[in-house]
Protein backbone atom coordinates (compact mmCIF):
# COMPACT_ATOMS: atom_id res chain seq x y z
CA UNK A 1 0.00 0.00 0.00
CA UNK A 2 1.20 3.65 -0.82
CA UNK A 3 0.45 4.70 2.59
CA UNK A 4 2.79 2.05 4.53
CA UNK A 5 6.04 2.70 5.25
CA UNK A 6 8.79 0.27 5.03
CA UNK A 7 10.15 -0.32 8.21
CA UNK A 8 13.65 -0.53 6.74
CA UNK A 9 13.18 2.75 5.38
CA UNK A 10 14.37 4.15 8.90
CA UNK A 11 17.23 2.93 9.13
CA UNK A 12 18.47 4.59 5.88
CA UNK A 13 20.43 2.96 3.03
CA UNK A 14 23.42 0.76 4.30
CA UNK A 15 26.95 2.79 4.54
CA UNK A 16 29.00 1.88 1.72
CA UNK A 17 31.97 1.01 4.40
CA UNK A 18 29.53 -0.93 6.53
CA UNK A 19 30.84 -4.34 5.40
CA UNK A 20 34.59 -2.93 5.30
CA UNK A 21 35.59 -1.01 2.12
CA UNK A 22 37.61 -3.46 -0.24
CA UNK A 23 41.27 -1.35 0.60
CA UNK A 24 40.66 -2.60 4.02
CA UNK A 25 40.05 -5.46 3.61
CA UNK A 26 42.72 -6.30 1.42
CA UNK A 27 45.05 -4.48 4.31
CA UNK A 28 43.44 -7.21 6.57
CA UNK A 29 44.13 -10.01 4.44
CA UNK A 30 47.93 -8.51 3.76
CA UNK A 31 48.66 -8.12 7.60
CA UNK A 32 47.23 -11.70 8.48
CA UNK A 33 48.73 -13.73 5.58
CA UNK A 34 51.88 -12.11 6.60
CA UNK A 35 52.25 -12.74 9.92
CA UNK A 36 50.63 -16.16 9.47
CA UNK A 37 53.65 -16.68 6.43
CA UNK A 38 56.46 -15.33 9.29
CA UNK A 39 54.77 -17.44 12.13
CA UNK A 40 55.07 -20.94 9.94
CA UNK A 41 58.48 -19.93 8.44
CA UNK A 42 59.51 -19.04 12.22
CA UNK A 43 58.36 -22.76 13.24
CA UNK A 44 60.22 -24.19 10.46
CA UNK A 45 63.31 -22.60 10.53
CA UNK A 46 63.30 -23.42 14.65
CA UNK A 47 63.72 -26.81 13.53
CA UNK A 48 65.03 -27.22 10.52
CA UNK A 49 68.24 -24.59 11.96
CA UNK A 50 68.68 -27.35 14.72
CA UNK A 51 68.67 -30.42 12.04
CA UNK A 52 72.58 -30.86 12.37
CA UNK A 53 72.27 -31.31 16.49
CA UNK A 54 70.88 -34.96 15.65
CA UNK A 55 73.71 -36.05 13.62
CA UNK A 56 76.46 -37.31 15.86
CA UNK A 57 80.02 -36.02 14.66
CA UNK A 58 83.37 -37.94 15.15
CA UNK A 59 84.35 -35.22 17.04
CA UNK A 60 81.08 -35.46 19.50
CA UNK A 61 81.90 -39.04 19.81
CA UNK A 62 85.72 -38.64 21.34
CA UNK A 63 84.10 -36.12 23.78
CA UNK A 64 82.17 -38.60 25.26
CA UNK A 65 83.05 -39.90 29.00
CA UNK A 66 83.39 -43.49 28.17
CA UNK A 67 81.55 -44.12 31.11
CA UNK A 68 78.29 -42.38 29.90
CA UNK A 69 78.51 -45.28 27.15
CA UNK A 70 78.18 -48.72 28.33
CA UNK A 71 78.11 -51.93 25.93
CA UNK A 72 74.21 -52.18 26.39
CA UNK A 73 73.96 -48.40 25.95
CA UNK A 74 75.94 -48.32 22.33
CA UNK A 75 73.80 -45.80 20.39
CA UNK A 76 77.50 -44.18 18.54
CA UNK A 77 75.65 -44.47 15.30
CA UNK A 78 74.77 -41.59 12.76
CA UNK A 79 71.68 -40.40 13.47
CA UNK A 80 70.85 -38.33 16.88
CA UNK A 81 72.90 -41.74 18.14
CA UNK A 82 70.77 -44.08 16.89
CA UNK A 83 68.25 -43.33 19.65
CA UNK A 84 65.97 -46.33 17.90
CA UNK A 85 68.40 -48.76 18.53
CA UNK A 86 68.71 -48.12 22.57
CA UNK A 87 66.41 -50.47 24.76
CA UNK A 88 66.13 -47.13 26.64
CA UNK A 89 64.11 -45.38 23.88
CA UNK A 90 61.41 -47.95 23.61
CA UNK A 91 61.12 -48.63 27.13
CA UNK A 92 60.71 -44.84 27.57
CA UNK A 93 57.95 -44.42 24.43
CA UNK A 94 56.22 -47.25 25.92
CA UNK A 95 56.16 -46.20 29.64
CA UNK A 96 54.82 -42.80 28.43
CA UNK A 97 52.20 -44.43 25.86
CA UNK A 98 51.01 -46.95 28.47
CA UNK A 99 51.10 -44.52 31.73
CA UNK A 100 49.35 -41.54 29.02
CA UNK A 101 46.50 -43.62 27.76
CA UNK A 102 45.64 -44.83 31.72
CA UNK A 103 45.80 -41.41 32.73
CA UNK A 104 43.36 -40.35 29.41
CA UNK A 105 40.87 -43.32 30.35
CA UNK A 106 40.53 -42.36 33.91
CA UNK A 107 40.13 -38.41 33.48
CA UNK A 108 37.71 -39.18 30.38
CA UNK A 109 35.71 -41.31 33.14
CA UNK A 110 35.43 -38.96 35.97
CA UNK A 111 36.24 -35.87 34.49
CA UNK A 112 32.76 -35.89 31.15
CA UNK A 113 29.99 -36.47 34.15
CA UNK A 114 31.53 -33.80 36.38
CA UNK A 115 31.58 -31.70 33.17
CA UNK A 116 27.93 -32.25 32.80
CA UNK A 117 27.39 -31.75 36.65
CA UNK A 118 28.81 -28.60 36.46
CA UNK A 119 27.56 -27.28 33.31
CA UNK A 120 23.87 -28.83 34.28
CA UNK A 121 23.31 -28.57 37.67
CA UNK A 122 23.38 -26.01 40.95
CA UNK A 123 26.25 -27.92 42.66
CA UNK A 124 27.31 -26.29 46.75
CA UNK A 125 30.59 -24.62 46.14
CA UNK A 126 30.27 -24.98 41.95
CA UNK A 127 32.20 -21.38 41.53
CA UNK A 128 35.27 -22.50 44.10
CA UNK A 129 35.02 -25.85 41.94
CA UNK A 130 35.83 -24.48 38.83
CA UNK A 131 38.53 -21.72 40.24
CA UNK A 132 40.14 -24.47 41.67
CA UNK A 133 40.67 -26.64 38.57
CA UNK A 134 41.35 -22.74 36.36
CA UNK A 135 43.82 -22.12 38.84
CA UNK A 136 45.66 -25.76 38.16
CA UNK A 137 45.67 -24.63 34.63
CA UNK A 138 47.87 -21.84 35.14
CA UNK A 139 50.14 -21.95 38.45
CA UNK A 140 53.49 -24.17 37.79
CA UNK A 141 53.74 -28.04 37.18
CA UNK A 142 56.39 -28.14 39.92
CA UNK A 143 53.84 -26.25 42.23
CA UNK A 144 51.41 -29.38 42.08
CA UNK A 145 54.04 -31.67 42.26
CA UNK A 146 55.01 -30.60 45.36
CA UNK A 147 51.42 -30.34 46.41
CA UNK A 148 51.39 -33.74 45.69
CA UNK A 149 54.56 -34.94 47.68
CA UNK A 150 53.29 -33.34 51.16
CA UNK A 151 49.80 -34.72 50.14
CA UNK A 152 50.80 -37.78 50.13
CA UNK A 153 53.74 -38.10 52.96
CA UNK A 154 52.16 -36.82 55.38
CA UNK A 155 49.23 -37.43 57.52
CA UNK A 156 46.71 -40.24 57.09
CA UNK A 157 47.41 -40.86 53.31
CA UNK A 158 51.40 -41.52 54.53
CA UNK A 159 50.20 -43.82 57.24
CA UNK A 160 47.85 -45.85 54.95
CA UNK A 161 51.07 -46.45 52.41
CA UNK A 162 53.38 -47.14 55.77
CA UNK A 163 50.17 -50.23 56.58
CA UNK A 164 50.30 -51.29 52.35
CA UNK A 165 54.52 -51.30 52.49
CA UNK A 166 54.28 -48.80 49.19
CA UNK A 167 54.89 -45.34 48.30
CA UNK A 168 52.80 -43.48 45.90
CA UNK A 169 55.43 -40.96 45.33
CA UNK A 170 59.22 -42.07 43.62
CA UNK A 171 57.03 -45.14 41.91
CA UNK A 172 56.03 -45.84 38.27
CA UNK A 173 52.52 -47.23 39.19
CA UNK A 174 50.72 -45.44 40.23
CA UNK A 175 52.96 -42.15 40.78
CA UNK A 176 52.93 -41.27 37.19
CA UNK A 177 49.44 -41.58 36.38
CA UNK A 178 48.99 -39.44 39.79
CA UNK A 179 51.08 -36.61 38.53
CA UNK A 180 50.26 -36.39 35.00
CA UNK A 181 46.54 -37.19 36.12
CA UNK A 182 45.94 -33.66 37.81
CA UNK A 183 46.85 -31.46 35.13
CA UNK A 184 45.44 -33.87 32.50
CA UNK A 185 42.01 -33.99 34.25
CA UNK A 186 41.89 -29.94 35.02
CA UNK A 187 42.50 -29.32 31.35
CA UNK A 188 40.18 -31.98 30.09
CA UNK A 189 37.08 -30.63 32.43
CA UNK A 190 37.65 -27.19 30.68
CA UNK A 191 36.84 -28.39 27.24
CA UNK A 192 34.49 -31.22 27.96
CA UNK A 193 32.00 -28.54 30.25
CA UNK A 194 32.77 -25.92 27.37
CA UNK A 195 31.18 -28.57 25.11
CA UNK A 196 27.87 -28.99 27.11
CA UNK A 197 27.68 -25.24 27.93
CA UNK A 198 27.66 -25.14 23.63
CA UNK A 199 24.61 -27.47 24.25
CA UNK A 200 21.20 -25.91 24.81
CA UNK A 201 19.42 -27.35 27.69
CA UNK A 202 16.02 -26.83 26.11
CA UNK A 203 16.67 -29.82 23.86
CA UNK A 204 16.93 -32.55 26.89
CA UNK A 205 13.92 -30.85 28.56
CA UNK A 206 12.18 -31.29 25.39
CA UNK A 207 12.74 -34.54 25.03
CA UNK A 208 11.97 -35.35 28.80
CA UNK A 209 8.58 -33.42 28.13
CA UNK A 210 8.30 -36.11 25.06
CA UNK A 211 8.56 -39.18 27.62
CA UNK A 212 12.48 -39.58 27.61
CA UNK A 213 14.20 -40.40 30.55
CA UNK A 214 17.12 -38.28 32.16
CA UNK A 215 19.48 -41.22 30.58
CA UNK A 216 18.05 -41.63 27.70
CA UNK A 217 17.80 -37.68 27.04
CA UNK A 218 21.46 -37.21 27.72
CA UNK A 219 22.42 -39.55 25.53
CA UNK A 220 20.11 -39.78 22.99
CA UNK A 221 20.53 -35.64 22.75
CA UNK A 222 23.46 -33.88 24.15
CA UNK A 223 26.08 -36.19 23.96
CA UNK A 224 25.96 -36.79 19.90
CA UNK A 225 25.54 -32.58 20.00
CA UNK A 226 28.86 -32.40 22.38
CA UNK A 227 30.59 -34.97 20.96
CA UNK A 228 33.06 -33.31 18.80
CA UNK A 229 34.01 -30.78 22.00
CA UNK A 230 34.23 -34.18 23.76
CA UNK A 231 36.34 -35.76 21.45
CA UNK A 232 38.88 -32.33 21.84
CA UNK A 233 39.09 -32.68 26.15
CA UNK A 234 39.57 -36.16 25.23
CA UNK A 235 42.67 -35.25 23.49
CA UNK A 236 43.77 -32.40 25.26
CA UNK A 237 43.62 -34.55 28.32
CA UNK A 238 45.75 -37.36 25.76
CA UNK A 239 48.04 -34.46 24.78
CA UNK A 240 48.67 -32.61 28.07
CA UNK A 241 49.11 -35.77 30.37
CA UNK A 242 52.13 -37.11 27.72
CA UNK A 243 53.95 -33.42 27.85
CA UNK A 244 53.75 -33.41 31.30
CA UNK A 245 57.68 -32.63 33.08
CA UNK A 246 57.58 -31.13 36.07
CA UNK A 247 55.15 -32.90 37.86
CA UNK A 248 56.39 -36.13 36.99
CA UNK A 249 59.84 -34.95 37.76
CA UNK A 250 59.40 -33.79 40.98
CA UNK A 251 56.68 -36.40 42.15
CA UNK A 252 58.39 -39.33 40.58
CA UNK A 253 61.97 -38.59 39.79
CA UNK A 254 64.37 -40.80 37.07
CA UNK A 255 64.68 -44.51 36.65
CA UNK A 256 66.98 -45.12 33.77
CA UNK A 257 70.13 -45.20 35.68
CA UNK A 258 68.25 -47.76 38.65
CA UNK A 259 68.95 -51.10 38.68
CA UNK A 260 66.87 -53.95 37.66
CA UNK A 261 65.88 -55.14 41.00
CA UNK A 262 64.36 -52.15 41.92
CA UNK A 263 61.39 -52.87 39.54
CA UNK A 264 58.80 -55.56 40.26
CA UNK A 265 58.40 -58.63 37.55
CA UNK A 266 55.19 -56.63 36.48
CA UNK A 267 57.36 -53.95 35.37
CA UNK A 268 60.03 -55.59 33.59
CA UNK A 269 57.33 -57.99 31.44
CA UNK A 270 55.82 -54.71 30.15
CA UNK A 271 59.08 -53.45 29.50
CA UNK A 272 58.71 -49.89 31.19
CA UNK A 273 61.64 -51.19 33.79
CA UNK A 274 64.83 -48.45 33.79
CA UNK A 275 62.93 -46.35 31.80
CA UNK A 276 62.06 -42.85 31.88
CA UNK A 277 58.97 -40.30 31.35
CA UNK A 278 59.34 -39.29 27.58
CA UNK A 279 59.78 -35.60 28.32
CA UNK A 280 61.83 -36.30 31.71
CA UNK A 281 64.13 -38.31 29.22
CA UNK A 282 65.20 -35.29 27.33
CA UNK A 283 66.03 -33.70 30.20
CA UNK A 284 68.17 -36.61 31.38
CA UNK A 285 69.84 -36.83 28.26
CA UNK A 286 70.69 -33.46 27.87
CA UNK A 287 71.92 -33.09 31.85
CA UNK A 288 74.15 -36.68 30.67
CA UNK A 289 75.53 -34.44 27.80
CA UNK A 290 73.91 -36.45 25.35
CA UNK A 291 72.26 -33.26 23.32
CA UNK A 292 71.83 -35.03 20.61
CA UNK A 293 69.81 -37.52 22.04
CA UNK A 294 68.03 -35.06 23.60
CA UNK A 295 66.79 -33.46 20.49
CA UNK A 296 66.15 -36.80 19.00
CA UNK A 297 63.63 -37.58 21.72
CA UNK A 298 62.31 -34.02 21.57
CA UNK A 299 61.28 -34.53 17.74
CA UNK A 300 59.79 -37.67 18.74
CA UNK A 301 57.34 -36.02 21.13
CA UNK A 302 56.71 -32.59 18.76
CA UNK A 303 54.97 -35.25 16.04
CA UNK A 304 52.84 -36.97 18.37
CA UNK A 305 51.73 -33.47 19.22
CA UNK A 306 51.14 -32.48 15.98
CA UNK A 307 49.53 -35.59 15.17
CA UNK A 308 47.16 -34.90 18.01
CA UNK A 309 46.78 -31.09 17.02
CA UNK A 310 45.63 -32.55 13.53
CA UNK A 311 43.50 -35.02 14.96
CA UNK A 312 41.65 -31.97 16.84
CA UNK A 313 41.40 -30.19 13.65
CA UNK A 314 39.91 -33.25 11.69
CA UNK A 315 36.78 -33.59 14.00
CA UNK A 316 36.20 -29.89 13.90
CA UNK A 317 36.74 -29.54 17.41
CA UNK A 318 39.65 -26.58 17.19
CA UNK A 319 37.15 -24.11 18.33
CA UNK A 320 37.67 -25.78 22.02
CA UNK A 321 41.20 -24.72 21.94
CA UNK A 322 41.65 -21.33 20.30
Known amino acids: MSGERNPLAAIGPAAPGRRGAPGDRLLFKTFFYSFAGFLILFSAYLFLANLDQLFVTEAAVRSREPALWEENRKVLTS ?160 TRAMAEFSAVLFFCGTFGELPPERFSTLERALRIDQADWLSVAIWAQIEYGNVEYGFALAYILVLIGGLSVYAMHRIGAKGYIW
Not at 118 to 142: C, D, M, N, Q, T
Open 79 to 238: FAGGFWQDPYFWKSLNLTLMITLITTLLASAIGIPAAYGLSRYRIPGKAVIEVLFSSILVIPASSVALCLIVMFNYGPLWDLQQRWGFRFAHSLFPGMVIASFVLSFALGLSAWKAAFDSVNPRFEQVARSLGSSRWRAFRTVSLPMAKSGLAAGVILAW
